[in-house]
């Protein structure tokens, strides 16, 4: 047994600083926020560095069994860092003018962080539901922390509700297992049913539960109602933070709870996520086409991303993991891009962007602004050289090499619907003339600019060069076993 | 750096060059510098040609680095006697259109010649990749310039035609990503040197000739998959349609040729007459269509169709007649459509309609620009002579090595493209002067006088002399016409 100390390390500065923002915030009665920022980046930045120095290739196991550091947990832990120090960038502004950035928000962001970690970083069903809880409590508060929106309350509320509904489910399915195998441990649950060499009538049930549970964390259709209605209620910040950083966790919970745990019905649970993946990428593109308001026309968009990821997943091939999380990290670059366009343009109260037509014009006011959108939406739409045509091409690589030509024509079917309302916001940038009643606002904020057009870059870049990312994927996934 | 990179990559560079500086200088600067890079561009593809070694099979200036390892991806590059004539051509065009750009576009000029530039390198990039991926990618980047250059100077209904265009060219070439990945799993590379010795099974064939003929129809664009050519040449401004014409439909020809024809040749021989009979209706019916025509610039573009449908005709025959024919076609039909779309534009320009009947007698206010539209006008019917003459003679002599029928069916576009050109010659050019507003032209100024001549100088050349092309392709359309006619079943 290993040092817990090193293992959990960044999970422990993450508590400690989670704790000691909130209490700063009190301290300085809200009006320093800068110093609270500078904290959480610091905080991010030495998880970071202790989280890089855990060993790739070994297995470390800490808490009798039940917290493991691996490939898998390294990888998707600096993901989270990185992903979300962008997001506190591109919303301080934002939530600064709507007296938002205290340090409730700040702590609420480390605790739901802290979540995500514990998930990643699971090896027993119980570390698994204490992360799931840890990380939607925190995010329920987040939607609801504008308590004067109504919007935001509604969308909390519902969130809330079917978020209980889905761990409910989850419980219920690791309590069938924890009956049908007396162990909690995920490797021990797996020896077990490969022992028992017969599938289970409870078992199949406990599975379809599970399943449900992951699918419903991760918003893929049919389980996707809570997305458009959370991602249009919140603020847009918040919004980002959700649609980012909670999928690196979703992502672990599926390949700890369904390729470690279960691997012995990789039959059955291929299936589900096949068709899940299916209806998610045709449902999330046709029903994106339809919609008028930017933060819906993103969920929609998100679920159809999803769908991508799941069939990655569903091959349960090791290629087929490399092609997810080569596609979750390409899709949290996009999407945080996406989203912080959003906010650069609509710092002020009153000149929000909400709609997609308020985007009008926007290649004649901003022209560097309108090519950070086009780059944006033709990588999200899969067009190359951008980093989206590479997770596209990933995922259907390794769908055909599994032997899956149909899905993988439907999954094309499925991109190129989806790209007709990107291409309507670019055309909407880029044809339309400006709206008379509304004005983008100018941008005084530097850092903002520069990190949003690195970003931006990195789309672009990574597109031109993707091998170094394609090789981290490959080999995180080959360590995974 | 090697040449072929060096003809991709520089007007590429440069239009973003031109871009980033464009809000410090003028437009007159603006116009000029971006003929400078024109004319560089163009240079490095002549000088391409007179290094180029015409007795040489196989693919010269050849340059490979590796680029992306796990997936096996290289950037390699390679030109042969097929691709020579079609880069020349590009970045000859290329070039005109941005020379002619300061008479009709009023607003963001930089843009508009970067996009142009941009553009250019991007189709070199096609007719030069020798790696399935960068092809792909080099395919699909171009759709961003054009999409956005209908859009934004485009016609009324532009946004309707440059989505139309965008969705209908990405939607075959998805299928064609798909067939390059199975290739991909079945010969662990992306490399088209190696696709052409791989054998398949004819049911593997069939699916992959048909995923890229989903993409190459479409481009052509062959019947019935031509219906965003119509529209995305009405929109597009004068730059746009020209290119459209004059090369986006060669890459579609040129695709056949290098990928479709060669990896799957048995699944050419299964489906000829299917390819055949399309081939026919895009000759005769689009040729039916284009006489009922009002706009002229949908005229152009039914014909545009109609001329490709002998491109394809001529490569389905697959003998060497049809062959080099449909390919001299291919040529012919850049410089015939390109100088048609820049008299449409010429005329479009003075009176902002392009309604046939707005016009008539103009001949009497502009008798130089009279002179040129008849010679275009005749050259696209075929008059012998002209370069439109050659393709579609040797077309319909490979057709007649075929089968009598189809010939007989391919020659009546004769009598069509006759009867299109020379009524809309009679409607337009001459007759009485119908509009008052037709008094108000005037004849060429020395900047079209210039783009008119030296196309009708191309055009008669190769009407007169059709070696200069056919001394280029001769040895590489050898390689290519015996990698069709051997069997590649298993």
Redesign the interface.
């Known amino acids: 047994m290993t040092n817990i100390f090193s293992v959990a390390l960044p999970e422990i500065i993450i508590l400690i600083s989670a704790m000691s923002v909130l209490l700063l915030g009190v301290y300085f009665n809200n009006k320093n926020s800068t110093s609270l920022f500078g904290i959480t980046q610091l905080t991010l930045l030495l998880s970071a560095y202790f989280t890089a120095q855990l060993p790739m290739d070994s297995k470390l196991l800490a808490f009798g069994g039940m917290f493991i550091s691996d490939s898998l947990s390294i990888y998707l832990k600096l993901l989270s860092y990185f992903s979300l120090s962008l997001v506190l960038i591109y919303s301080k502004d934002f939530l600064f003018q709507k007296k938002l950035l205290t340090g409730e928000f700040f702590s609420l962001t480390l605790f739901a962080l802290l979540g995500i970690n514990l998930i990643i970083s699971s090896f027993n069903l119980l570390t698994v539901y204490m992360g799931i809880e840890l990380l939607s409590l925190s995010l329920y508060t987040l939607v609801a922390i504008d308590r004067k929106n109504k919007e935001a309350s509604e969308a909390a509320l519902k969130y809330f509700i079917l978020g209980a509904v889905a761990s409910g489910f989850l419980l219920y399915g690791f309590s069938m297992v924890y009956g049908l195998t007396g162990t909690l441990a995920i490797d021990e649950i797996s020896q077990q049913l490969m022992d028992a060499q017969a599938s289970s009538f409870v078992f199949s049930f406990a599975l379809v539960f599970i399943t449900v549970g992951i699918a419903f964390k991760f918003g893929a259709a049919p389980f996707q109602l809570w997305v458009p209605d959370v991602y249009q209620g919140s603020s847009t910040p918040i919004t980002m933070f959700i649609g980012s950083v909670p999928k690196f966790a979703s992502m672990a919970m599926l390949i700890r709870l369904l390729y470690q745990s279960m691997d012995y019905y990789v039959i059955d649970w291929q299936s589900m996520l096949l068709i899940m993946a299916i209806i998610s990428m045709l449902l999330g593109n046709i029903t994106a086409i339809a919609q008028v308001k930017i933060k819906r026309l993103l969920a929609y968009s998100a679920i159809s991303h999803v769908g991508f990821i799941f069939l990655g997943l569903a091959t349960g091939a090791v290629t087929g993991i490399a092609s997810a999380l080569f596609y979750v990290s390409a899709y949290m670059l996009m999407t945080l891009a996406s989203f912080g366009i959003i906010i650069i343009l609509s710092n002020q109260k009153k000149n929000e962007i909400i709609e997609i037509n308020d985007l009008a014009g926007l290649a004649k006011e901003k022209p560097w602004m309108a090519f950070l959108l086009?780059i944006t939406f033709?990588s999200l739409a899969g067009?190359?050289?951008t980093i989206g045509?590479y997770a596209k091409?990933s995922v259907?690589?390794s769908v055909?090499?599994f032997g899956w030509?149909w899905p993988?024509?439907i999954a094309?079917?499925s991109?190129?619907i989806g790209?007709?309302y990107y291409?309507?916001i670019?055309?909407i940038a880029?044809?339309d003339d400006p709206n008379s009643d509304k004005k983008f606002v100018k941008q005084q904020n530097f850092e903002f600019t520069i990190t949003l057009s690195i970003n931006v870059m990195a789309i672009i870049l990574i597109g031109l060069?993707?091998?170094f990312l394609?090789?981290i994927t490959?080999l995180t996934s080959i360590l995974i076993f | 750096m090697s040449l072929l990179s060096l003809a991709i990559w520089t007007p590429i560079f440069l239009g973003f060059f031109l871009l980033v500086i464009n809000t410090k200088i003028s437009n007159t600067v603006t116009y000029l510098l971006g003929n400078l890079f024109g004319l560089i561009s163009f240079f490095i593809t002549l000088y391409l040609y007179f290094l180029f070694d015409k007795s040489v099979q196989g693919f010269q200036f050849q340059e490979f680095a590796p680029w992306i390892n796990y997936y096996s991806i290289n950037y390699h590059v390679g030109m042969d006697g097929i691709s020579l004539p079609l880069i020349l051509l590009t970045s000859l065009i290329s070039w005109l259109v941005i020379f002619i750009s300061s008479n009709s576009v009023k607003k963001s000029l930089a843009f508009y010649i970067a996009s142009f530039l941009i553009l250019s390198g991007l189709m070199i990039g096609v007719f030069l990749s020798l790696d399935a991926i960068l092809y792909y990618i080099f395919w699909e980047a171009m759709l961003i310039p054009m999409f956005l250059l209908i859009g934004i100077w485009g016609g009324p209904n532009r946004v309707y035609a440059t989505i139309k265009f965008f969705l209908y060219t990405v939607l075959g070439s998805l299928f064609m990503l798909i067939a390059f990945i199975y290739l991909y799993t079945q010969t662990g590379s992306f490399s088209v040197i190696d696709y052409y010795d791989k054998t398949l099974t004819l049911t593997h064939q069939v699916l992959i000739f048909l995923a890229f003929f989903m993409a190459f129809a479409v481009k052509i664009p062959m019947w019935p998959v031509h219906t965003w050519l119509p529209d995305a040449h009405v929109e597009a401004p004068t730059g746009g349609s020209v290119i459209l014409a004059a090369i986006m439909l060669k890459l579609g020809g040129y695709s056949f040729i290098r990928f479709a024809l060669p990896i799957a040749p048995d699944a050419a021989i299964y489906l000829k007459p299917f390819l055949v009979t399309l081939s026919l209706i895009a000759i005769v019916y689009i040729a039916l269509v284009a006489i009922v025509q009002t706009d002229m610039k949908k005229l152009i573009a039914y014909s545009s169709i109609s001329h490709m449908g002998f491109v394809t005709l001529g490569l389905f025959m697959l003998n060497p007649l049809g062959f080099e024919g449909g390919y001299i076609q291919m040529i012919s039909h850049g410089f015939i459509s390109a100088a048609l779309f820049f008299a449409i534009g010429v005329l479009y320009d003075r009176m902002h309609t392009r309604d046939i009947s707005a016009y008539g007698g103009v001949i009497n206010k502009m008798p130089i620009f009279g002179a040129f539209f008849v010679l275009f006008a005749m050259a696209n019917s075929g008059l012998p002579g002209t370069s439109g003459f050659v393709g579609e003679f040797m077309v319909i002599l490979g057709a007649m090595q075929e089968n009598f029928w189809i010939a007989l069916f391919a020659s009546l576009t004769l009598i069509f493209g006759a009867t299109y050109s020379l009524w809309l010659v009679k409607r337009i050019i001459f007759g009485v002067v119908k509009d008052e507003q037709n008094n108000a032209l005037f004849d060429l100024n020395a900047k079209e006088f210039f783009v008119m001549a030296l196309l009708a100088i191309l055009t008669l050349l190769i009407g007169v002399y059709p070696a200069i092309i056919s001394d280029i392709t001769n040895q590489s359309s050898a390689v290519i016409m015996d990698l069709i006619q051997q069997s590649k079943l298993p």
């Open positions: 086009l033709l067009i190359p050289p045509f091409f259907i690589q055909i090499q030509v993988a024509v094309i079917i991109a190129l790209m007709y291409l309507k670019i055309k880029y044809f060069f993707p091998e394609l090789d490959t």
